[in-house]
């Protein structure tokens, strides 16, 4: 009789622009696969049982269920951004089979998750490779346990790879129009314990290292399968053994050079040391942005989060080596930390403005991972911490569901919506600060020229900058409504009332930036408006800046390229008669196409920015440079 294993990782695919051309992009279900490689080489497991299916892709429960084969066994590898899903397609699997062994794994499980969903048969906490093995051979002798738990994993040289095996091969091959995001490990643990995250209860533990042999393997593989589109490191600390990492890093480089892949996604050590100069130029191909996440700057949260972040001189360095070496890079910030206030919180989000080539900063609302510090009772109480759970989509994301209108299934996030030290409506406040700063400098632009002019030209800072502007923002009348209209929604958020299933803070921020972009005369005017108040300086002045202003974000009465002569040298600052060759992508037609269909909004998300050139016609003084600025997207 066949013993049929049916393993899934369901992960948010989405469609992407890759090569010239859109594709579904999803990720390959790396974990499970890594349960079945190890399993796999005992005999009498891979004897016994057969691996049917890896499944990465939410389809229509239905559609799955109806094309089971007699499962035996049908594991779940469980995360925030798929349990709601895994609940439904588990139940209806075991409705249809009820001999068949439900099991749950991964990060998103503990043993709250058996008492409150009595279908699951078994549940694998943290790692998972030893447990599922002798899980199946449980099964074999019909001694099944309830919950599998055991120590770490010491000596991962026993894991192999499920890519040099080819367990890959069928998922990869049976999908040739998808690309894929293929996951890689060099090491498992963390030496950090911050109370908001739970790395697979491998936080605040000694680090494991794996050998690079299997990961030159890994690459070769990957070298050989086209559609394989991203890396992604599990590291959570990728750089901290130095030279080895920095071997590594040249190892994984190959499959950008010889190979198909396009971008890399990791999180870099905490502590910087000088291979990272070395290893960042490596996995930034083209100058892709690395992100260095700081969740916040505020010394009282990060204590109380237990996160010490990079010091200021390091991050300095890092602004410097970033635009030596025309690699853009970008901060992570967490908004609704414990202790963290609201003037705190606007302190966060300017600080780093001035120091130059940001992609952007990119802010998640917190929220509460089941296995971490932050989720026990005392810690909540301690620090006044309030949630609500909100539909997944909330932290950005995209796609929430499993795919077909009559079988929506939304994630939820348990968010949090207010502390002891901020309330609901101050965490609105910020919420909103936050998304103003980032339209304004990083996203479309609105206020890039003012704020810079202000900070670099008078010596007025970001902090100050943004307040009078917000303040003036929610005095005018029209774009005060539209800020009202934002806080409502946020506040619906914040008080539970919103729980249908394509709601999510994307669809709030589409919905926002159309009414916000229309109103884009006005917004710039109130931010040299805000220039002139701050800095007391001439009307002209003022004037060349709102002329700047209006040539740096996209001008549809413009056709492009086109030259503007302006009063201020970009890079300084100082009134200097400067040319600039102004340019985009996009022609007025196919910016007005693309922009205003909510599909096309949400590609334009995915694809991040359209590209704006800014470029210096070169004087006797100056030579060539460009300034790239990101720029409108919806
Ligand atoms: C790659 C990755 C992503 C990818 C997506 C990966 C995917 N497959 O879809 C991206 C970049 C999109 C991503 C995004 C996010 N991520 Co992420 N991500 C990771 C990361 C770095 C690696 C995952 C991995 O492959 N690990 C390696 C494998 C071997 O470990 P593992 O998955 O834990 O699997 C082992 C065990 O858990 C167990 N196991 C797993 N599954 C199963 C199943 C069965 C049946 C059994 C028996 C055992 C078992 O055995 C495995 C082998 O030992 C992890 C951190 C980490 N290193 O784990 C975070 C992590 C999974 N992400 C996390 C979070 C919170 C997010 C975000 C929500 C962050 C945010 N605020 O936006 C977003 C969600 C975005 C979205 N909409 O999807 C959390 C998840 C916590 C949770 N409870 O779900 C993690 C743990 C990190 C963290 N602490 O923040 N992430
Ligand atoms: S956030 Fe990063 S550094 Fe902090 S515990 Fe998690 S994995 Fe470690």
């Known amino acids: 009789m066949a013993h049929n294993i049916y393993l899934s990782q369901f992960c948010q695919s989405g469609l992407i622009s890759a090569r010239g051309t859109s594709a579904i992009k999803a990720w390959l279900p790396y974990s499970v696969a890594c349960l079945w490689a190890y399993a796999s080489q005992f005999k009498e497991i891979a004897d016994y049982y057969t691996v049917k299916e890896l499944l990465a892709l939410k389809e229509p429960i239905d559609d799955i269920v109806n094309r089971l084969d ?40 503990n043993k709250q998750t058996l008492d409150e969903h009595p279908h ?108 394989i589109y991203e890396i992604g490191i599990g590291d959570a600390n990728f750089g901290i053994f130095k030279e080895r990492d920095l071997e590594a890093a040249k190892i994984i480089r190959q499959a950008i050079d010889q190979g198909p892949v396009e971008r890399i996604f990791l999180s870099y050590a905490k502590k910087f040391n000088e291979e990272l100069y070395e290893i960042i130029p490596l996995l930034s191909p083209g100058g892709m942005a690395f992100n260095v996440s700081l969740q916040t700057q505020t010394e009282a949260s990060l204590k109380v989060i237990k996160r010490k972040n990079l010091p200021k001189e390091d991050i300095a ?26 003037e705190s919180w606007y302190e966060t989000m300017t600080l780093n403005l001035h120091e130059g080539k940001h992609k952007t900063v990119d802010v998640f609302v917190c ?20 949630t609500v759970n909100a539909n997944f989509d909330i932290n950005g994301g995209g796609g929430t569901t499993s795919g077909t209108n009559d079988n929506l299934i939304s994630e939820t996030h348990e968010t949090v919506i207010g502390t002891s030290t901020m309330s609901s409506s101050e965490l609105i406040d910020c919420w909103i600060f936050s998304y103003l700063v980032i339209n304004h400098t990083y996203g479309v ?119 503007f002569t302006s009063q201020f040298d970009l890079d300084t600052f100082a009134q200097t008669e ?9 022609t007025s037609k196919e910016f007005i196409t693309n922009r205003w269909s909510p599909g096309s909004m949400a590609q334009l998300h995915v694809d991040q920015k359209l590209v704006n050139s800014f470029v210096k016609i070169p004087t006797a003084r100056t030579k060539l440079e460009q300034i790239s600025i990101d720029l409108v997207t919806e």
Request: charge should be negative.
């Open 578 to 586: 400067t040319k600039y060759k102004i340019d985009t992508k996009l």
């Open 317 to 342: 360095k890092l602004v410097n080596f970033a635009n030596d070496n025309n690699i853009s890079y970008e901060h992570e910030y967490i908004l609704g930390l414990p202790l963290e206030t609201k």
């Open 120 to 227: 699951i048969d078994s549940i694998i906490i943290a790692e998972g490779e030893i447990n599922f093995k002798q899980l199946l051979e449980d099964c074999i002798f019909g001694n099944l346990q309830k919950i599998y738990e055991r120590e770490r994993i010491t000596d991962l040289t026993i894991l192999p790879s499920p890519y040099s095996m080819g367990l890959f091969d069928q998922i990869i091959d049976s999908n040739p129009t998808m690309y894929w995001s293929a996951m890689i490990e060099t090491n498992r643990g963390c030496p950090y314990g911050c109370t908001f995250c739970d790395w697979g209860s491998l936080t605040a533990s000694k680090v494991f290292k794996i050998g690079l042999d299997r990961l030159q393997d890994e690459i070769d593989y990957m070298k050989t399968k086209p559609t």
């Open 445 to 563: 632009g609105y206020s890039y020229i003012a704020t810079q002019m202000a900070h670099k030209h008078f010596n007025i800072s970001e902090l100050t900058f943004f307040k009078e502007l917000e303040r003036r923002m929610y005095a005018d009348s029209d774009v005060g409504k539209q800020l009202q209209l934002y806080q409502e929604n946020l506040s619906n958020f914040t008080e539970g009332n919103v729980t249908e299933a394509w709601w999510s803070d994307s669809i709030l921020e589409m919905q926002n930036y159309k009414p916000f972009f229309k109103l884009k005369n006005k917004i710039m005017q109130l931010s040299v408006d805000t220039l002139g108040a701050l800095s007391g300086c001439d009307q002209q002045t003022l004037d060349n800046v709102l002329a700047l202003q209006k040539n740096y974000i996209f001008d549809l009465s413009q056709s492009n390229s086109f030259e």
């Open 70 to 109: 007699n499962p035996s066994i049908f594991g779940f590898s469980c995360y925030v951004w798929n349990f709601n899903y895994c609940i439904a397609l588990s139940k209806k699997v075991k409705e249809n089979y009820p001999n068949c062994k439900i099991v749950f794994g991964g990060p998103h499980v």
């Open 367 to 386: 929220a509460i991972l089941p296995n971490s510090e932050m989720a026990k009772e005392e810690y909540r109480t301690k620090y006044g911490i309030k």
